[in-house]
C-alpha cells in the first residue's frame, strides 16, 4: 500500500480545535475574484481568513510575519491580460520591502502558501 508521511504537525489540529484559529492571508490584487469563497473555505476549515490586498503590503498596515498563511487568490488580475501573474510577480520583485518581505515568510518553517490561477502564476515567479 502507499505510506502517506505528512509535512505537516499533526498535533497543529489540536490547537486549531482549541480554538487557535492560525491567521490565513486571502491576498488579492486589482481584478482578483474568488477571495470571498477562499476565505469562507479557510475560515470552515478553522483559520482566521483575513482579507489582504497588495496595497495593505505596500502602505504598511499588513505584514506578511503576521500570517501562518498565505493564499494568492485566483481570477482576472491585471485584466488577465498574458502574463498577468507575472506582471503580479514584479510588482513584489521590485520593490524591495515588498520583495524581503515575501522571501521572509517563505522562508520561515511555520508558514504555507497556496496559489490558485493568476496567484500560482505569480508565486511561480518570485524567485
Not at 5 to 23: C, H, L, M
Request: aromatic residues 12%.
Amino acid at each position: 500500500g502507499t505510506l502517506i508521511q505528512p509535512s505537516y504537525d499533526p498535533e497543529a489540529v489540536f490547537q486549531i480545535a482549541s480554538g487557535q484559529r492560525p491567521k490565513m492571508a486571502i491576498f488579492r490584487e486589482q481584478g482578483i475574484n474568488g477571495q470571498n469563497e477562499m476565505g469562507f473555505a479557510f475560515d470552515r476549515a478553522g483559520f482566521e481568513a483575513i482579507d489582504v490586498h497588495m496595497t495593505d503590503l505596500v502602505t504598511g498596515r499588513t505584514n506578511l510575519q503576521d500570517f501562518a498563511g498565505l493564499v494568492a487568490c485566483g481570477g482576472f488580475s491585471y485584466g488577465d491580460v498574458l502574463g498577468a501573474g507575472s506582471g503580479w510577480a514584479k510588482s513584489i520583485l521590485y520593490n524591495n520591502k515588498l520583495k524581503d518581505m515575501f522571501q521572509a515568510f517563505f522562508e520561515r518553517n511555520s508558514s504555507f502558501t497556496l496559489g490558485v490561477c493568476n496567484g500560482c502564476q505569480m508565486i511561480s515567479q518570485l524567485k
